[in-house]
């Protein structure tokens, strides 16, 4: 079992940055990857970006290429957000995979056990 809660969300005025952290309880020596999904207003949820807990590698959605950047430590996973757009609304969601797995990294929502309740991030023009 694992716990996950997200902070750091809220209204920014586009071109600006957050800074979205997301702390792990429990299993955590277990975690295989983490990753940040979003969902905007009627849309569905969908990847953002995702790090190995082994390695650190990581993979961006190509929206949040070059603004996003995603790291963790120890038992907490963080998502800089710079240069925002209005595009970029929608509650944050932070996941976790418990399979321990060596230097893997998912990008499907089926590959995520454990979710956060989510943080809202809506930028403004």
């Known amino acids: 079992q694992a716990q996950l809660v997200e902070s750091g969300g809220g209204l920014v005025q586009v071109g600006a940055s957050l800074r979205l952290s997301c702390a792990a309880s429990?299993?955590?020596?277990?975690?295989?990857?983490m990753g940040w999904f979003r969902q905007a207003p009627g849309k569905e949820r969908e990847f953002v970006a995702a790090?190995?807990?082994?390695?650190?590698r990581t993979a961006y959605a190509d929206s949040v290429k070059g603004r996003f950047t995603i790291s963790r430590d120890n038992a907490k996973m963080y998502l800089q957000m710079n240069s925002l757009k209005p595009e970029d609304t929608a509650v944050y969601y932070c996941?976790?995979?418990?399979?321990?797995?060596?230097?893997?990294?998912?990008?499907?929502?089926?590959?995520?056990?454990?979710w956060g309740q989510g943080t809202p991030v809506t930028v403004s023009s």
């Open positions: 996941a976790a995979d418990l399979s321990a797995r060596i230097n893997w990294i998912g990008t499907r929502e089926g590959e995520y056990d454990y």
């Open positions: 429990g299993r955590t020596f277990s975690i295989g990857a």
């Open positions: 790090v190995s807990w082994s390695s650190g």
